[in-house]
């Protein structure tokens, strides 16, 4: 069996460097062309799937702590009925930081698996160190996610309060992005999170 095993293997190699003589070389683009429209069809679906609520909450770890915290607030329910959804504001949308995000999601798992945040206990003795992971993420690329509904530019010295127009306005002088200033707008704040003095 061991010797005839050598000489399998190279038959199988050799098949598969020949050349096909039953099919042409456009059938076989085709497939592969169509094979590669199915495959990226099937993989954007369910990076897509991965995106919902219903995906985001499907685990206790965050429906019964952040899930819970996101139902009381403005993004949630609101006077024009405009829902910003947990893939929203943690999901980048261009397709390179969205593949990045999403693997680094994958590894995250690992705290389900191990059960580091299986419990409220656990979640609240981790709580700071997720949500400065999460803060210096959207601090990196300017509080985009946040941007993407959310513009100084679109900000309306009319509609908007003069307190935190002036505020936005002197942020946006300064280049500050969303986050330096809404730290706590979708989730409770940990315990041992300090407002700094120029807040």
Not at 99 to 112: L, S, T
Not at 171 to 199: M, W
Request: charged share 30%; glycine share 6%; proline share 4%.
């Amino acid at each position: 069996m061991s010797n005839s095993e050598p000489g399998a293997v190279k038959r199988c190699w050799s098949a598969l460097r020949k050349p096909s003589a039953k099919y042409s070389l456009l059938a076989l683009l085709l497939v592969g062309f169509f094979s590669g429209i199915i495959f990226w069809g099937g993989f954007n679906t369910a990076m897509e799937k991965t995106n919902t609520l219903e995906f985001c909450t499907s685990c206790h770890e965050m429906r019964d702590t952040v899930y819970q915290e996101y139902k009381e607030t403005i993004h949630y329910s609101n006077r024009t009925g405009v829902r910003a959804i947990c893939s929203d504001c943690h999901v980048p949308k261009d397709w390179s930081h969205k593949m990045m995000r999403k693997a680094k999601a994958a590894f995250e798992v690992w705290g389900k698996l191990t059960g580091s945040i299986d419990t409220k206990e656990k979640f609240e003795a981790k709580r700071m160190e997720l949500a400065t992971h999460e803060w210096e993420r959207m601090k990196s690329r300017e509080s985009i996610e946040c941007r993407n509904c959310h513009n100084f530019d679109a900000m309306s010295p009319e509609l908007q309060k003069q307190t935190p127009y002036k505020k936005h306005m002197k942020a946006k002088a300064e280049g500050k992005s969303c986050i330096d200033c809404h730290k706590g707008i979708a989730h409770h704040l940990p315990k041992e999170y300090e407002e700094p003095d120029d807040e």
